[in-house]
T-cell receptor
Framework: GQNIDQPTEMTATEGAIVQINCTYQ??????LFWYQQHAGEAPTFLSY??LDGLEEKGRFSSFLSRSKGYSYLLLKELQMKDSASYLC??????????WGAGTKLIIKP | NAGVTQTPKFRVLKTGQSMTLLCAQD?????MYWYRQDPGMGLRLIHY???????AKGEVPDGYNVSRLKKQNFLLGLESAAPSQTSVYFC??????????????FGPGTRLTVL
């Protein structure tokens, strides 16, 4: 079966750095997305990786290792508004998006 | 640009009642999707459409029907609602254009409770 694993919840301090991991086992791989979802709101696109390596976009970076079936989202200089759930999703061989359950990130002052 | 809109935002149904959720997008996207999101679970695809007049089943299609009569609209129907269909429903759209990520753009969600 297809599976995406993320930690259920993480806590970090304002101003710090946090890394949210995602491991996947899917039938094929055609890319990986990270989305942010604030409580009660819709998911919004953060990043896309299809090749190995690090993609940096401001305070957020996303890393991919296809051989290890592994990705992480790195958030720097954490702000209170970064409190949200972070969803990892993989495009499989049928070009279907397989979603992880999400990681709830709690930021403390 | 309104993006993706959903109607209604909230609804309470009794078991056995029917209803239709409407999704509209003004981005001229080819692909549209209906998901449900339940606590502790990832988004699960109910049905999707790759173009006007076409629909396909996703991961959890039972108890739902869809129609895509116009490119900008995607309707999700519940013929006989059950308490197991209590969930938050998200519509999304995307466009597989060359050079794009084909990322999905989501509507605000519909919170449905079936008593």
């Amino acid at each position: 079966g297809q599976n995406i694993d993320q930690p259920t919840e993480m806590t970090a301090t304002e101003g710090a750095i946090v890394q949210i991991n995602c491991t996947y086992q899917t039938s094929g791989f055609n890319g990986l997305f990270w989305y942010q979802q604030h409580a009660g709101e819709a998911p919004t696109f953060l990043s896309y990786n299809v090749l190995d390596g690090l993609e940096e976009k401001g305070r957020f970076s996303s890393f991919l290792s296809r051989s290890k079936g592994y990705s992480y989202l790195l958030l720097k200089e954490l702000q209170m508004k970064d409190s949200a759930s972070y969803l990892c999703a993989v495009i499989d061989s049928n070009y279907q998006l397989i979603w992880g359950a999400g990681t709830k990130l709690i930021i403390k002052p | 640009n309104a993006g993706v809109t959903q109607t209604p935002k909230f609804r309470v149904l009794k078991t056995g009642q029917s209803m239709t959720l409407l999704c509209a997008q003004d981005m001229n996207h080819e692909y549209m999707y209906w998901y449900r999101q339940d606590p502790g679970m990832g988004l699960r695809l109910i049905h999707y459409s790759v173009g006007e007049g076409t629909t396909a089943k996703g991961e959890v299609p039972d108890g739902y029907n869809v129609s895509r009569l116009k490119k900008q609209n995607f309707l999700l129907g519940l013929e006989s609602a059950a308490p197991s269909q209590t969930s938050v429903y998200f519509c999304a759209s995307s466009s597989p254009e060359r050079g794009s990520y084909n990322e999905q753009f989501f509507g605000p969600g519909t919170r449905l409770t079936v008593l």
